[in-house]
């Protein structure tokens, strides 16, 4: 190398080469930063596959782990296997194989040489056969590697210079030839650890010593991996605030990172340190891994609505197919649909596009919409459509590494590079990383008895009844923890904390690492107050004079404090009198739904009507509907079925068969809109359904019961609406006309199920239809405990609309099982008993007392999650709510 002299001399100057070889992310960012700031020109920092690369020359390079998984992907695809054959296809075969393979090549075993020794082995020699051909041509397996840097070491003086192994503990069978043959070349030191493996080495061996600093070593239990992270964060921060270390003499590792990295991940942000994770961030973590994670679920599980949305918002802006579609064309799509095939959303789209012109475009969504029906076969098609960037690549990476069929497996393991530095952010890493790079300040988490250390296991390839592990497996999973915990240890120089779960993540309990050994041990409880608190919220925590101040904690402390009396409180539905949500909620047109609600439980009435709480919707395809939506379809059927038949030849003068006919055509209507409003289960259950539907539909029809020709009948008839409701038929009233139970200020609205009309004499029948089984005393029900409100609600409304003083029957007809028709007896005495109940809540929720009913507290209230989870405030407030309630106990007692 030339450099000029300051005096103008110029003289040559050759450059010293030497090579520092490390192992794992961390070790080699550590000593390249360390590089930079001694200014050291020359220096070539490699692993040892990088050595035997740099030694072979020709542009070769070490086989990649993207590389050998996409080999060994297509040279399972090739077939021609005997015991692999019926399992190659299976997802995390080739991860298997890969890992397998790793094993062998580390040991240095000759799969050529043991193939003798069974199908298997000579099964796996052809599949690294295979790997080899498929391989670039400039990449190696190791061995080839490792041969072809051996037959070049006498250039090793010029290629690598002096050579220095810095905190390797252990050192592959594989590259032992290559490094007992850089001793007779070049100098070679190996700085290894008290525990390395140096007895086959015949080079120089510097042990590294303990630092002079004096070690603190602590131990302590945290109650469940969140936890740990929490503690953690904690103690980082304490260690930076206090000025006791810098971030980057900071670590935090564990044997295995799985069970913490998303806790990691998630605590970070707001903790607002900087954590580098040497094994990368969890690619679901990020934006662009949730992309590819939502088009695997539309194509791996199918279209439906939900899916698709999630989709559209992920990767709308990304320069894809989507950016082309007009902004919020979702919107013109019916948000309960399930629309879980192809052909509704094409109607969806048709349907939208008639109502409104000018969404016209939409139709461009149809394409994509095909290419995702397609399913995982149209896996590289629907990328090419949908990704950009990083979530593109990703994709394509997990296509390499799996089948099409289990990408959503391949993108869990799948992970994005680190977005700081490790060189100034504290580094959260496996033990293998950190073994090789200590840092001052470590903190060891899931020290449990089956997380540290972890289980080797048989092989899934070569389980030990075809070839033992010990001949291939040279550095078992136990024996490499074992070692990494103790050269983490010793390389630790100021300060070590050894942390492990008193349970997992799932809640079972765990034991104590036998690492542990004799050390004692601090319990941590989750609920502590902290010595130095990591984020915000762990401040006001750890302050309560200060967290008083927070306007939500306080009345947070305030509900907790009231929970534990045995008196109602304003945090159990008490409110203040005469409020004005309470009066519009009142005030409004009530519903038999929102009617039975007030009196079976008015806590739940102020809930939903004062309060506009709503219970959340099932959005996926669910393979039955629910029995309110069931009761729905049927009367839906019922109602276009009547519609049907009415003027000509009206319901009454129908033929069975004529009835049959309509019933068939509304079913064939229902069964093609509903799909386009709400969720229901698949197309084969769903007629199936419809069909079960339109059986019990067809015996309420048939069950006309009419003998006069003067007689009219109508289904579905609404009564009480707003103004300017168009009803679009002939109705027996004005549907718009007021209804309100009398001497309350409660107004109706609703629909009667069926309704006969008889002139000459005038005599009017209403039917309440119910799809359940009728209860053994259903001939004595009134209004059974406020559920059975409706044909009392129906004969009001004909009493208040109809003209005259008509005879008026109302009756339950059950339409499951034995057919059976009750008849109310009193139907004064009924609408008499509803307005007294009525009046006795609204007096108690106009005083600002609210109370749950007799089911509030059961599983089947869509309204129970709203309440207190522990049965312990049931118990509790019992005696306050009975009390509270004793005006209204007679009607949840009667008939």
Request: aromatic share 6%.
């Amino acid at each position: 190398m030339l450099a000029k002299q300051v005096g103008g001399d110029v003289g040559v100057r050759s450059l010293q080469i030497r090579t520092t070889i490390i192992e794992g992310s961390l070790a080699y960012q550590m000593r390249r930063a360390k590089a930079a700031q001694a200014n050291e020109c020359g220096l070539q920092i490699l692993n040892l596959p990088q050595l035997a690369a740099r030694l072979a020359g020709g542009f070769v390079t070490p086989v990649t782990v993207e590389q050998l998984d996409l080999a060994i992907q297509r040279a399972l695809e090739e077939g021609g296997f005997a015991e692999l054959e019926g399992v190659r296809h299976l997802p995390g075969m080739t991860r298997s194989v890969s890992r397998t393979l790793r094993k062998v090549w580390d040991a240095d075993f000759r799969l050529e040489t043991g193939a003798a020794g069974g199908v298997r082995i000579r099964e796996l020699a052809l599949i690294e056969e295979r790997v080899r051909r498929h391989l670039p041509s400039s990449m190696m397996l190791p061995r080839d590697l490792r041969d072809a840097a051996l037959a070049r070491t006498p250039h090793a003086a010029r290629l690598v210079g002096r050579v220095t192994i810095e905190r390797l503990s252990f050192i592959a069978p594989n590259w032992r030839p290559l490094i007992e043959g850089l001793v007779e070349r070049v100098p070679l030191e190996w700085h290894a650890p008290i525990q390395a493996e140096t007895d086959w080495f015949s080079g120089s061996v510097v042990r590294l010593e303990a630092s002079g600093h004096q070690q603190v070593t602590t131990a302590v239990s945290c109650a469940d991996p969140r936890h740990e992270v929490v503690e953690s964060l904690r103690w980082a921060r304490q260690l930076i605030a206090s000025g006791k270390a810098h971030p980057q003499e900071i670590t935090i590792a564990s044997a295995g990172t799985a069970a913490w990295d998303d806790h990691f991940y998630a605590s970070t942000a707001d903790a607002g340190l900087r954590l580098h994770f040497v094994h990368g961030i969890p690619a679901l973590a990020t934006r662009d891994g949730q992309r590819a994670a939502a088009l695997a679920d539309v194509l791996l599980h199918g279209l439906s609505q939900s899916r698709v949305r999630r989709l559209v918002s992920l990767c709308r802006g990304e320069g894809g197919a989507l950016d082309e579609l007009p902004q919020g064309w979702l919107s013109s799509i019916p948000r309960g649909a399930a629309l879980a095939q192809l052909e509704d959303w094409r109607r969806a789209i048709s349907m939208a596009i008639l109502g409104d012109a000018s969404l016209v475009a939409i139709q461009g969504a149809i394409p994509i919409l095909e290419t995702l029906a397609r399913g995982i076969t149209a896996a590289q098609q629907a990328s090419d459509l949908l990704l950009r960037g990083r979530s593109a690549q990703l994709w394509q990476a997990a296509l390499r590494t799996a089948p099409p069929d289990a990408v959503e497996f391949a993108l869990q393991n799948a992970r994005f590079p680190s977005e700081n530095d490790a060189a100034d952010s504290i580094a959260w890493c496996a033990a293998r990383d950190l073994a090789s790079a200590p840092r001052p300040y470590t903190r060891l988490l899931g020290l449990t008895n089956r997380g540290w250390p972890r289980r080797s296991g048989e092989d899934s390839i070569l389980p030990n009844h075809l070839l033992p592990a010990s001949e291939f497996d040279v550095d078992p999973t136990a024996k490499a923890d074992r070692r990494h915990f103790e050269a983490i240890i010793a390389g630790a120089a100021c300060e070590v904390v050894l942390s492990r779960s008193r349970r997992s993540a799932q809640g079972s309990r765990v034991g104590r690492s036998p690492l542990l050994q004799d050390r004692p041990e601090i319990p941590l409880s989750r609920a502590r107050v902290p010595e130095h608190a990591w984020n915000e919220a762990d401040r006001l925590m750890a302050r309560p004079a200060d967290s008083a101040k927070v306007d939500r904690i306080r009345s947070a402390n305030a509900c907790w404090t009231s929970w534990h009396e045995e008196g109602l409180t304003t945090h159990d539905a008490q409110f203040s009198a005469d409020h004005p949500a309470m009066r519009r909620a009142i005030d409004r047109v009530q519903s038999a739904t929102s009617l039975r609600l007030m009196l079976q439980d008015p806590m739940g009435f102020v809930w939903r009507y004062a309060l506009g709480w709503r219970t959340p919707q099932e959005r996926e395809q669910p393979l039955s509907i629910a029995p309110d939506a069931f009761g729905k379809l049927v009367h839906e059927l019922l109602r276009r079925a009547v519609d049907l038949l009415e003027p000509r030849p009206g319901y009454a003068r129908a033929s069975d068969q004529e009835i049959a006919d309509a019933l068939e055509d509304a079913a064939r209507v229902v069964r093609e809109a509903w799909p386009l409003e709400g969720p229901v289960p698949p197309s084969l259950l769903w007629k199936n359904t419809v069909d079960y539907a339109a059986s019990l539909a067809l015996v309420g029809l048939l069950r006309k019961e009419i003998a006069e020709t003067t007689t009219r009948s109508w289904t579905e008839v609404p009564f009480g609406q707003p103004e300017g409701f168009v009803a679009g038929r002939e109705l027996p009233w004005d549907a718009t006309a007021p209804v309100s139970v009398p001497n309350t200020p409660i107004r109706l609205r609703g629909t009667i199920d069926r309704l006969d009309l008889r002139t000459a004499p005038a005599a009017v029948r209403v039917t309440d239809y119910k799809t359940s089984e009728p209860p053994r005393n259903a001939a004595r029900i009134t209004i059974g405990r406020g559920s059975e409100l409706q044909r009392a609600l129906y004969g009001l409304a004909c009493r208040q609309l109809l003209p005259g003083d008509p005879q008026i029957v109302a009756r339950l007809l059950y339409l499951r099982g034995e057919q059976s028709a009750h008849r109310l007896q009193d139907l004064d005495g009924a609408i008499e008993q509803i307005a007294a109940f009525v009046n006795v809540v609204v007096a108690m929720l106009m005083r600002g007392t609210a109370v749950p009913g007799p089911n509030s507290f059961e599983r089947t209230n869509d309204l129970r999650l709203a309440l207190p989870a522990s049965p312990g405030y049931q118990r509790r407030k019992r005696l306050a709510f009975g009390k509270a309630s004793e005006s209204i106990a007679r009607l949840w007692s009667s008939e």
